[in-house]
């Protein structure tokens, strides 16, 4: 070898030997360490665990046939933004007094404009779970329980509540006859979609409808018709819609309507639990509704839910329940009322639901009834009796539910009711043939528009299950559940 190669490798062993020397050598090694290490753990990280989903028997190609997606879906955008809220905030002192109040000469006296402070603050329900009303709690929503039928389910509300907006009387109302219980389900519908009366595109329609229902509200706090005909149908709707539109906007003069309206719910309620179509009041005890009861229940909840202060709404909610565990046949069905004892989806739905709603969700009688209710059909050629009627609550029901009966029932009703919409975003109810003058054979004595808002509303509100309210479902275990607990709330503990 080279003196002066040999020289050169002396040198730089020495070199290396050396403190500069052994420091970048260790150096190096470490960054030579790390570098194979980092490898290791890359090429761990690329192996991807496949998960297996279950999915439902029927295939989606079955079930989207002649179905035409949307030409574009509109953005989902926020039509609220709630604000971080203490959920038992006191809410804000009322600035008019309505205790005395007769039936209103004009709508302009409930002060809307300047009462409105629209954010979403629910008493008594998990925080948040009204979030999913906001736009983007939606589209969310729709990603976690709608399914393949989700984004198509949401384009038919679309189309609902711009059918509704068009439609509307400049009076605030729907549909002809005075009938405040439409105006109540177009509330009801626009509430579900997070539209208040802040909101940019349905706002005024919000508001022109809440001004038409206040109105009509009497002295006493029933919704009347202009003529005086008064009926527990209807006033148990309004009071619903109310009771959802004070909770979600916190409008102070909503505040007296709302509980001027319960309390004609909670004197007129029967010594059996339910109540009787057509009158309030405490007479004949061998009577009873259950459809009736049903609306019943869903006001005195949503009013529960939205703070009344009423003297036992509590403890007439409870008699509701007991109202359904009496009337409820051993097969897990309910009846419609005493003279009409048959057994049908559509009434059990609504039992199930009033039960799921009012804090039994994992009770027998509740369980006994959803299990009735895997035989619900949804078939618009052979449609159940009053079908958008009992699509509404047993879809209700199922979503409370939960797991695959839920699914497997949401692949059913979804396409039926997105398939048969009409092209203006209206529905009628399926079968539902009209006369030459308009008059439809189901519903003799009202005209098309008033099918169409009652068809219309029910149709939507069942499409937008997704994000109305969190589902209820927990698993059922054989011991009782601790109704008081903070734990673990949900929509339906009270």
Not at 239 to 265: D, F
Request: aromatic residues 10%; proline residues 6%; contains cysteine.
């Amino acid at each position: 070898m080279d003196t002066s190669l040999r020289s050169l490798y002396k040198n730089v062993f020495e070199w290396l030997a050396g403190p500069t020397g052994s420091v970048i050598l260790h150096a190096a090694l470490i960054v030579a360490l790390l570098f194979f290490v980092n490898l290791a753990t890359k090429e761990e990280t690329t192996e991807i665990e496949v998960q297996v989903i279950e999915v439902d028997e029927q295939k989606l190609d079955d079930l989207i046939e002649d179905l035409k997606p949307p030409e574009e879906l509109p953005d989902l955008v926020d039509t609220i933004t709630p604000p971080d809220v203490d959920m038992d905030m006191t809410p804000p002192p009322d600035i008019q007094d309505f205790a005395a109040a007769p039936v209103m000469d004009s709508v302009a006296e409930l002060d809307i404009a300047s009462d409105a402070l629209s954010p979403i603050i629910m008493k008594n329900l998990a925080p948040g779970s009204m979030s999913n009303r906001s736009g983007g709690g939606r589209q969310a929503a729709i990603g976690k329980y709608g399914g393949d039928w989700g984004k198509y389910a949401e384009a038919a509300v679309l189309r609902a509540l711009e059918w509704l907006r068009i439609n509307q009387n400049p009076d605030g109302s729907w549909g002809t006859n005075d009938t405040e219980a439409y105006a109540g389900l177009a509330i009801l519908t626009y509430l579900a979609h997070g539209e208040t009366t802040a909101s940019d595109k349905y706002g005024p329609t919000v508001e022109k409808a809440i001004r038409y229902l206040v109105a009509r509200q009497n002295k006493k706090g029933e919704f009347v018709k202009t003529t005086g005909a008064g009926g527990v149908y209807g006033h148990a709707i309004c009071s619903y819609a109310i009771s959802e539109a004070y909770g979600m906007t916190r409008i102070p003069s909503l505040k007296p309507v709302m509980e001027r309206a319960i309390q004609m719910l909670i004197d007129g309620q029967k010594p059996h639990g339910g109540y009787v179509m057509y009158t309030f009041g405490k007479g004949d005890n061998s009577r009873w509704d259950v459809s009736l009861t049903g609306f019943c229940a869903q006001a005195l909840k949503a009013a529960f839910i939205a703070g009344a202060d009423n003297p036992k709404l509590k403890a007439t909610m409870d008699n509701v329940v007991q109202f359904y565990k009496d009337k409820q046949k051993e097969d897990g069905s309910f009846p419609y009322s005493a003279s009409n004892p048959g057994r049908q989806p559509n009434m059990t739905g609504v039992g199930v639901l009033s039960l799921q709603l009012l804090g039994h969700s994992t009770d027998t009688s509740t369980r006994q009834g959803l299990q009735y209710l895997r035989g619900a059909t949804a078939s618009w050629s052979k449609p159940p009796p009053a079908p958008i009627y009992s699509w509404y609550y047993v879809t209700q029901a199922k979503f409370h539910q939960g797991g695959t009966d839920w699914k497997s029932w949401n692949n059913k009703v979804a396409p039926t009711l997105i398939k048969n919409q009409n092209e203006d975003g209206s529905w009628l109810s399926p079968g539902l043939a009209l006369t030459g003058d308009g008059v439809t054979r189901e519903y003799r004595g009202r005209d098309e528009i008033n099918s169409k808002v009652y068809a219309t509303t029910l149709a939507a509100l069942s499409l937008q299950v997704y994000y109305r309210f969190l589902p209820t479902y927990q698993p059922i275990k054989d011991e009782v559940i601790d109704q008081t607990s903070g734990d673990d709330i949900q929509i339906e503990i009270l």
